[in-house]
């Protein structure tokens, strides 16, 4: 008995029912209490089937089958106080209906489930019946009509569709309107204006628009529309891509080559001899191509050259005017909204209407343009109800009393209103005269529902046959085909387009095209709320759980193209581990195609998910997985110094377990670039060498290659030049442009063969060789121009930029400046758009313009110093060297007394040398002459350990300097001469003529020649 009545509590738990009582052997069960549902009769009948179907596998001491016997009815009770103590404790309720259906129990046969009249009205056709007649019951008086329930109904059929519906009348609106046809004209003539509607849920923006397509069907013009919605705010260019497979006429069944050459008809007029822009939407939609080489280039180019494709396309559609429209924005992905933006910047140069709508919350990430208008919807007023209530009404007059309750109730919302009113006139309270309606009885207090979703939920309780399909179409979100709704829904074909005939004729549904090729779109986003909210949370996890599987079996172009639709379905459907896999899917597709934000969101979900599930085997190997995905679209989204990358790669570093592994290897790379980055050169020189460790024990070449990477940065800042030259030299060796350029992606973000070709040159600079550093930081640019990725561009400019501002190249490095500037400028990199400002202002300064560059390197420096900690030194040394020309020498040691101090916390030593010989020279200057000869003699020391002979030689120089006007003539000459004497090439830089100079000058004074 007990394993019986803990089945029957499952059974009946599961279905949403509620066990108010066990009598013996009998159960009582309630459904749509205490939680009231709109499919309680459906879910009632359901699981009387699924409990004589569980009775019969249980299993008895005898081995007997047990069967069960259920009566269900339905009918309104009221519940009262608990009855009873303990086990026996029960809800008590009054009204006839637990006692019919304690009748209708003992009507049934063994293993039968038996319906009253009304449960039968209410099921409709969702089961399959045997009409058992009128039957007399005890207790009642007339005899009533009872059926039996055979099992869920399987009828298959086809049903052909009706004409779209009509959509309700424009009240109110008029001024509003007046101003979109005036900007419309504005347009017309090419001075585009951009028009932003908002305003709450059912105020009417989207009727407005409607109102406005309307006034413009006589007028020749191009109508564009984008419909954004909840269901893919995180899917990078929904909108986009929907639209331009509309535009496209792509069909359900179109092989990938169909889809190509459709793309190509629709692009053909627009661009007929750049067959690269085809392909880059064709890899937005999810179209195979060969011989594509565009997407080698990095994301973010990729993304950028697909919105001039389609700028292209819009110029060309200018032919005509053009009306744009964004509907409801506050539900746009950020790729998309970044889209928008360029739009609405560069809509008032075309002959383009941008109409947005937009709820209030949504705050546009555009400035205040003069071309761009913002229009705030408001609610209607009394009279204007009013009319509306009547427009409704197809002209007929409510009663007074009725028309007040509805007004109050909606309190001027033109959906509230017209919704409220269609409820009204089905509820059967009213009747229709020949020019108004008439209550036949008084009006009941509770008689109009008090809110919106109390009238939407009513008339779905009208039609609670087609209630189950409101609820599938809710849960596929507001726009949806009729075939992934057939896949869904799991019906009889007739039944399913009944069902959908009759939400149209309601008006709940609007419908486009016929079936099986039709198109599904809620009225509005509240219905599509209100269907979705009747829905209990175990019956919501098994649809969203059928929608996934319906998907994979059926649409795996949209698996492909969409896997975070199908990942929010399995995550609503508490299916954890496919939820995980599908949101790392698109995680991986949104970096593809650069949607950095979309990304982020997608990998964090599937971390968030993966911390609640049980501990598996597998599971820290999937959240390591997912971290060292997540972190590289950190750093280019937040900077690689960030402490949200520090987290990220502290979490998989901290999974690793010490395992040899690739993954492993990419979550400690990860915690090396943010230390070095962040100015923590001691840790990240420790991280590369466990690297090159792990990568050499590991035997891959591409790891190989980067643990060859994190050795020669960590080198050269660390001051290890030759170390650094070493390591870099062997990068270069390894490098294969085909087999390593992939790298940046999972890496760094940038290229690490031209990385190499950077470094190693800035190491020669500083080791003596300067004409050599010089030629090979030129190749690391041809290098980097080559891959057509901008990133790494960016990089080998400024390795080339240090090159040539150590080698005092001041318009070569001008030169250089500039162009990393406007690079950096066009794709946002702020931290080398802060370093082509610095540069540039070091050659102004040197040329004399003082101010002006001093001003262009303090800009530039916060710039490039808010993202990356490493070279602050270095920079706030040549800020320094600037200051004190300009008189500010005390400004000038303030710098360099922090450079000083940043340098030992980060251990950053490659510019030491430079600092202390600089500190010498403004210490010289105020004639503080020991503490500047013990400053250059540092600056000599550490130059020397690190055979850093341009730095060497700079300090022997500044120290010769000051002997000599101390009259130690003979000792700076011995000092200088070895130094000068060991350069091979380099003759023609400054450092190196200033150095002969002063020997020459010093071996006159003592009758001496230089060799």
């Avoid at 103590?85 to 293993?111: F, I, S």
């Avoid at 009417?204 to 013009?221: D, F, M, N, T, V």
């Avoid at 050599?772 to 057509?788: D, F, I, N, P, Y």
């Avoid at 003979?970 to 830089?989: Q, V």
């Amino acid at each position: 008995m007990s394993a019986y009545h803990h089945r029957c509590a499952e059974v009946i738990g599961t279905s949403g029912g509620f066990v108010a009582k066990y009598m013996g052997d009998g159960v009582l069960a309630y459904f749509g209490y205490p939680q009231a549902h709109e499919d309680d009769t459906e879910r009632a009948v359901r699981c009387g089937l699924a409990l004589v179907d569980a009775a019969c596998r249980l299993q008895t001491s005898d081995s007997a089958a047990l069967q069960v016997r259920i009566g269900i009815a339905t009918g309104v009770v009221v519940v009262g106080d608990l009855i009873g103590e303990g086990a026996a404790q029960e809800q008590g309720v009054v009204g006839e209906t637990p006692n019919l259906a304690a009748r209708l129990q003992t009507l049934a046969e063994p293993g039968q489930v038996v319906i009253a009249p009304s449960t039968r009205r209410l099921t409709g056709g969702l089961f399959e019946y045997r009409d058992l007649g009128k039957v007399v019951l005890k207790g009642l008086a007339d005899p009533i009509q009872a059926w039996q329930v055979l099992a869920a109904s399987a009828v298959q059929s086809r049903f052909e569709a009706q004409h779209e519906t009509s959509l309700a009348p424009l009240v109110g609106r008029e001024e509003e309107l007046e101003l979109l046809l005036r900007r419309w004209n504005q347009a017309s003539q090419g001075e585009g204006r951009v028009v932003l509607l908002t305003g709450e849920p059912g105020v009417g923006k989207s009727r407005l628009i409607a109102a406005l397509q309307e006034r413009l069907q006589s007028q020749p013009h191009v109508r564009i529309r984008y419909f954004c919605s909840p269901q893919y705010s995180d899917s990078a260019l929904y909108p986009i891509v929907n639209q331009l497979e509309r535009a496209a006429r792509f069909e359900r069944r179109d092989e990938p080559a169909q889809k190509l050459i459709k793309l190509q008809d629709l692009f053909a007029p627009v661009v007929p001899q750049r067959d690269s822009d085809v392909a880059l939407v064709a890899d937005l939609l999810s179209i195979p191509t060969t011989g594509q080489r565009e997407f080698l280039m990095d994301p973010q180019k990729r993304k950028e050259k697909t919105f001039d494709a389609l700028f292209a396309q819009l110029r060309f559609l200018q032919q005509k005017p053009v009306l744009i429209i964004y509907e409801d924005v506050q539900w746009i992905d950020k790729t998309t909204l970044e889209l928008l933006a360029l739009t609405v910047e560069r809509a008032q140069h075309m002959r383009v209407l941008l109409v947005i709508s937009a709820r209030p919350e949504f705050t546009p990430p555009w400035p205040s343009y003069a071309h761009v208008t913002t229009v705030s919807l408001t609610r209607l007023g009394r009279r204007e109800g009013t009319m509306l209530i009547t427009e409704v009404a197809q002209g007929r007059a409510l009663p007074d009393e009725v028309t007040n309750q509805i007004l109050v109730r909606t309190d001027g919302v033109p959906l509230f209103i017209e919704e409220l009113t269609k409820t009204v006139l089905e509820s059967g309270l009213l009747r229709k005269r020949d020019h108004d309606y008439v209550l036949d009885g008084p009006l009941a207090p509770v008689a109009i529902p008090a809110t919106l979703h109390a009238s939407l939920m009513a008339r779905l309780d009208r039609l609670t046959s087609v209630r189950q399909v409101a609820q599938v179409g809710a849960a596929l979100g507001r726009q949806f085909s009729h075939e992934l709704l057939r896949a869904a829904a799991e019906m009889p074909e007739r039944q399913l387009n009944d069902a959908l005939e009759q939400l149209v004729r309601a008006e709940l549904l609007f419908r486009h095209g016929a079936p099986p090729n039709a198109q599904y779109i809620f009225k509005h986003a509240l219905v599509q709320d209100v269907a979705y909210a009747s829905l209990l949370r175990a019956n919501r996890q098994q649809l969203h759980a059928r929608i996934a599987r319906a998907y994979e079996t059926h649409f795996p172009e949209v698996v492909h193209a969409q896997p975070e639709l199908i990942a929010h379905h399995f995550t609503e459907a508490g299916l954890t581990d496919a939820a995980i896999e599908y949101w790392r899917r698109a995680g991986d597709l949104a970096m593809a195609r650069s949607g950095h934000a979309e990304a982020i969101h997608h990998f964090s979900v599937a971390l968030d998910l993966l911390a609640k599930l049980d501990e598996k085997p597998d599971r820290a190997a999937k959240e390591l997985e997912l971290c060292v995905k997540l972190g590289p679209v950190l750093m280019m989204v937040k900077g690689p110094g960030s402490r949200d990358v520090e987290a990220i790669y502290r979490r998989a570093v901290a999974l690793e377990a010490g395992e040899d592994s690739s993954t492993r290897f990419k979550a400690l790379w990860g915690l090396y670039y943010y230390s070095m980055t962040s100015g923590s050169l001691r840790a990240a020189a420790a991280h590369a060498d466990e690297l090159l460790g792990l990568a050499q024990r590991l035997g891959t070449d591409d790891l190989v290659l980067e643990g060859h990477h994190a050795k020669w940065a960590t080198s050269f800042w660390c001051g290890k030049l030759a170390a650094a030259e070493a390591h870099s030299q062997e990068g270069i060796s390894r490098y294969d442009c085909a087999r390593h350029h992939a790298l940046a992606f999972t890496f760094s973000g940038h290229d690490p063969g031209v990385c190499a070709r950077g470094v190693r040159p800035m190491s020669m600079a500083l080791l003596g060789f300067p004409q050599q550093a010089m030629k090979h930081a030129g190749e690391a640019v041809t290098l980097a121009r080559s891959l057509s990725h901008p990133y790494s561009l960016a990089l080998a400019m400024w390795h080339h930029a240090i090159v040539l501002q150590v080698g005092r190249q001041r318009q070569r490095c001008r030169d250089v400046a500039m162009e990393l500037l406007e690079l950096s400028q066009e794709h946002d990199f702020p931290m080398m758009r802060g370093a082509g400002m610095f540069f540039s202002g070091w050659a102004t300064a040197d040329g004399g313009e003082l101010e002006q560059g001093i001003a262009l390197m303090e800009e530039g420096l916060a710039l490039f110093s808010a993202v990356r900690q490493v070279t602050r030194p270095y920079m706030l040394a040549v800020l320094a060297s600037a200051k004190a020309e300009l008189g500010k020498s005390g400004e000038a040691l303030e710098l360099l007394n922090d450079a000083l101090a940043s340098a030992e916390v980060s251990g950053e030593r490659w510019w030491l040398a430079e600092l202390h010989r600089l500190r010498g020279w403004l210490l010289a200057a105020r004639g503080q002459h020991d503490e500047s000869e013990a400053c250059f003699r540092s600056a000599i020391e550490v130059s020397s350990g690190q055979s850093a002979k341009t730095l060497e030689l700079r300090a022997a120089t500044s120290l010769a300097r000051l002997w000599s006007e101390r009259g130690r003539n003979a000792e700076a000459h011995d000092l200088l001469a070895p130094i000068y004497g060991w350069f091979t090439e380099g003759f023609g830089t400054l450092d190196l003529q200033e150095a002969k100079i002063l020997l020459n000058a010093l071996a006159a004074t003592h009758g001496r020649e230089d060799r």
